[in-house]
């Protein structure tokens, strides 16, 4: 248990559907992250969220939207979302942010596993 | 921006064996991370190492950061090790670039 909670944790949704997951971190930090992880591909950084406001958009499709409504919740809805993006959605959480985006030590959920129809 | 490369890309042990993981990068960086994915997609975070070296029971990591490398050492190996082993680094001001990781698998 890292302390970083994720839900759910498997989602099989049509490209017309609209879904949110969840993130929740109990370790009092005060950064929170989206992550996507593709087969063969490695980890990418989606949104950045420090203090509830975002600081960072890894130039990602507007049919992924976050919302931070607190420093230990952080959502990622999705709508007509595409087959190519069927991946591994991960959370994470860190102390702070320093110099930027510059992270310090990663906490990560288990993940959602979304697959797209 | 900075490139991070992990080798081997993929490792097969007999259980008790020792293994040396690499992670090459770069660029100077001020922050290096290890991490351990295990089979059910679980990202567990197993040091905090820009320079230096850490030893947590049969792991250890050592960072040369002049010469832009990491090693993660894994002593004794057990099954319960297998899952990918991922190194991620940042430059000041910038965010964590995770390596393509190596997949390790043991055998009993």
């Known amino acids: 248990e890292t302390g970083v909670t994720q839900t759910p944790r498997h989602l099989v949704m049509g490209m017309t559907n609209k879904k949110s997951l969840k993130c929740e971190q109990h370790?009092?930090?005060?950064?929170m992250y989206w992550y996507k992880q593709s087969a063969k591909k490695p980890l990418e950084l989606m949104f950045v969220y420090s203090l509830e406001e975002r600081v960072e958009n890894n130039s990602v499709p507007s049919r992924f939207s976050p919302e931070c409504p607190n420093s230990s919740h952080l959502f990622l809805h999705l709508h007509t979302l595409q087959p190519e993006d069927s991946a591994l959605y991960l959370c994470?959480?860190?102390?702070?942010?320093?110099?930027?985006?510059?992270?310090?030590?990663?906490?990560f959920g288990s993940g959602t596993q979304l697959s797209v129809l | 921006g900075i490139q991070v490369e992990q080798s081997p890309p993929d490792l097969i042990l007999q259980e008790g064996a020792n293994s040396t993981l690499r992670c090459n990068f770069s660029?100077?960086?001020?922050?290096l991370q290890w991490f351990h994915q295990n089979p059910w997609g679980q990202l567990i975070n197993l040091f905090y190492i820009p320079s230096g070296t850490k030893q947590n029971g049969r792991l250890s990591a050592t960072t040369v950061a002049t010469e832009r490398y990491s090693l993660l050492y894994i002593s004794s190996s057990q099954t319960t090790d297998s899952g990918v082993y991922f190194c991620?680094?940042?430059?000041?001001?910038?965010?964590?670039?995770f390596g393509a990781g190596t997949i390790l698998r043991v055998k009993s």
């Open positions: 991620a680094v940042a430059e000041y001001g910038n965010k964590l670039v």
């Open positions: 660029d100077s960086v001020n922050n």
């Open positions: 370790l009092g930090h005060n950064a």
């Open positions: 994470a959480s860190s102390q702070d942010l320093r110099a930027g985006v510059a992270n310090e030590k990663l906490f």
